[in-house]
């Protein structure tokens, strides 16, 4: 039997959960507070964003519990796939403006645009994996590799998605900060979560 929210469209289910991603995005963002909680913060708001699509009536709860658990877990992951983006985002801007619209240095910041869309791939599925099952670290990042390769049309839909969603947020910024503030995370996590989780639950969570 499919889940209710696979039967429900996604402009629908963010209008019905609307509230409550406010209210877990003002979570994430105090969460984010001390910096090095940032990992813990992603791994709790995708673990909420979960049990708000399998209508959970704990979020909040669950935001809490996940962060708690998963708070050690998640630097090693949040090293790799939130720092390594941001890394690779500064080469991408440095070889732009090396090259100014010219030239070989084109090639490397648009080959470093891609390096950075697969990382958040991949960190999307680890996150989610993270969240929804206990497995260790290498065996999370194994399978996020491998599920990123393996469904094509979910990197190109939902993270797709995502990753857009992000994009707009920071790249409007400051004028984009109320969106930022209520659901610049929040938004952006439901729709992967929305993509990523019946692929979790039917390759890693039944086996």
Do not use: H
Request: glycine residues 6%; positive net charge.
């Amino acid at each position: 039997m499919r889940e209710p929210y696979l039967e429900t469209g996604f402009v629908r289910l963010c209008f019905e959960k609307l509230f409550s991603l406010i209210i877990l995005n003002l979570l994430f963002v105090l969460s984010c507070v001390p910096v090095l909680t940032i990992p813990a913060a992603i791994t709790a708001l995708t673990s909420a964003c979960q049990a708000s699509l399998m209508d959970d009536k704990q979020i909040y709860r669950k935001f809490w519990k996940s962060f708690r658990a998963n708070f050690l877990q998640s630097l090693p992951i949040g090293a790799v796939f939130v720092i390594g983006p941001m890394a690779v985002l500064y080469g991408c801007l440095f070889y732009y403006q090396l090259s100014q619209g010219e030239g070989a240095s084109v090639i490397l910041s648009f080959f470093c645009f891609i390096c950075i869309y697969l990382l958040f791939s991949i960190g999307v599925f680890a996150f989610q994996m993270l969240a929804r099952v206990e497995l260790k670290t290498k065996a999370i990042v194994k399978n996020a590799v491998y599920l990123t390769f393996q469904y094509p049309k979910l990197v190109l839909g939902w993270i797709l998605l995502a990753f857009v969603i992000n994009m707009a947020g920071w790249g409007l910024f400051p004028y984009s900060f109320p969106w930022l503030l209520l659901l610049g995370a929040s938004l952006p996590c439901f729709a992967a979560t929305r993509g990523v989780l019946p692929v979790i639950n039917t390759t890693i969570v039944k086996e």
